[in-house]
């Protein structure tokens, strides 16, 4: 063949394959607005929120404790630090709660929380000892109490005419792009400045904070419900409709502490250990810890659509246990690894099941509550479901840093959670009456 020839052959062949790369992209995009555009216009914008806020959080949360540990605060205090954020984060989250149940729009404690949260990021961002940290974490619990029982009410309420169970799938996929975002962004910043700059996590916090200010004022307000509250009143006996209420919450919330926990420990225990090495394994630099963590939060981007909406046509009680399961091979596997010198092995294989569990969990838990309690009670039943993530933060990560600190290892704490894991398959409900009546198949249950 004429060497001209050949050069219009190669030339013809390479404008196909780009022409079919093309296409291929094109299709895609076309593929993604259909599935965005699938969801109300409301459910969207909480969506949107969603996803900013958790660009922003990403960095912190999983970045944010190696901060503090590269200025040579121990693990104890950070701990103490986290557990302090979670313990002024009961009085907001219960506070937010209320108030959605009183009728104040939802708009309202998304920016009392962006505002904080603001003043949080600028506090951190300057802190160089203990007193400082702590002021930054007192912040930062009191924001994030305020944002979180308004984020999943929008998620509930705003749905129609889908299911909330489609609501909270898309809103946990929304949260999971927004933490592997903020994740990625915070490791590359630290592989390019460098990770005596990983504190620049707070700047991308500060300016998440800055837009969500503006875009939560074109959510709807809710009307208050009160109808059946007045007649509950009526019956004399307020405290009995109380207890009515909160009874069928009761397994929810024990899971809910849990498993909020084991979500929390991949935030500030898994890092530190990572870092740190164990009895075989050594430890991981920032920068590759980082990736380790960022694998976990793209596994769960790609995950939480399909495994969300897969679990949304099956009881709550089917994907608690799915859950439950996936926690306690992950958690064996991560006190497997600090065994063996090729513990990264193990390591990779856990991050998987740690993004089905958590895949598995979010949308589950908050659409199992939403199933517990009547309507107008809701915005409570949201609060205090959301005070588990505080009390788990309360108590678990300084006990995670008290033990990595005497063990110089996470293979006792791993363990343990593998087999609390294991242990409260039992508790979890086979379903939910809608109507708010008591879980069946649960011990729980009401006689």
């Not at 679990?311 to 091979?329: E, H, N, T, Y």
Request: proline residues 5%; hydrophobic residues 50%; glycine residues 12%.
């Amino acid at each position: 063949m004429p060497a001209k020839a050949k050069q219009h052959r190669s030339a013809g062949l390479q404008e196909g394959h780009g022409s079919e790369f093309a296409g291929s992209a094109s299709a895609t995009t076309v593929q993604l607005s259909e599935w965005w555009h699938q969801f109300p216009r409301k459910l969207r914008l909480v969506a949107e929120v969603r996803a900013l806020a958790a660009l922003g959080a990403g960095g912190i949360l999983f970045l944010g404790p190696l901060v503090f540990n590269r200025l040579g605060l121990d693990g104890v205090l950070i701990g103490q630090g986290l557990a302090v954020a979670s313990v002024v984060g009961l009085i907001s989250r219960f506070l937010s709660g209320y108030v959605l149940d009183q009728g104040v729009g939802l708009a309202v404690p998304l920016r009392v929380g962006a505002a904080l949260s603001i003043a949080a990021d600028l506090t951190l961002l300057q802190a160089n000892g203990a007193g400082g940290y702590i002021s930054g974490q007192v912040l930062m619990g009191l924001g994030m109490g305020s944002y979180w029982p308004a984020a999943e009410l929008a998620s509930a309420k705003l749905s129609a005419p889908l299911p909330s169970s489609e609501g909270f799938a898309l809103a946990r996929t929304a949260d999971a792009l927004g933490v592997a975002s903020g994740a990625l962004l915070g490791t590359v910043m630290a592989a390019l400045l460098g990770a005596d700059q990983l504190r620049l996590v707070y700047a991308v916090d500060l300016g998440c904070m800055v837009m969500l200010l503006k875009l939560v004022g074109r959510l709807p307000r809710l009307e208050p419900i009160q109808a059946v509250s007045l007649r509950s009143a009526e019956k004399g006996n307020q405290w009995v409709s109380v207890r009515s209420w909160l009874k069928p919450l009761g397994p929810l919330l024990v899971l809910a502490l849990l498993c909020t926990g084991l979500i929390i420990l991949q935030q500030s225990a898994l890092p530190l250990d990572l870092a740190r090495g164990g009895l075989a394994r050594e430890g991981l630099a920032e920068v590759g810890g980082g990736l380790l963590l960022g694998l976990q939060l793209g596994l769960l981007l790609i995950l939480q659509w399909p495994i969300g909406h897969w679990l949304g046509s099956k009881p709550v009680g089917f994907g608690l246990r799915l859950s439950l399961r996936c926690f306690a091979a992950a958690t064996s596997l991560l006190a497997l690894s600090a065994l063996h010198s090729g513990g990264l092995l193990l390591l990779l294989l856990a991050q998987p099941l740690l993004a089905i569990a958590i895949a598995s969990f979010l949308p589950t838990i908050t659409e199992a509550v939403i199933e517990a309690v009547e309507p107008e009670h809701q915005g409570l039943a949201l609060g205090l479901y959301s005070q588990s993530w505080a009390i788990s933060g309360i108590a678990l990560p300084p006990l995670a840093g008290w033990a990595l600190d005497a063990e110089q290892h996470g293979v006792g704490l791993w363990l343990v959670l593998a087999g609390l894991s294991l242990l409260a398959i039992s508790i979890a409900p086979q379903e939910i009456d809608s109507s708010g009546e008591p879980l069946r198949g649960s011990p729980f249950q009401a006689s």
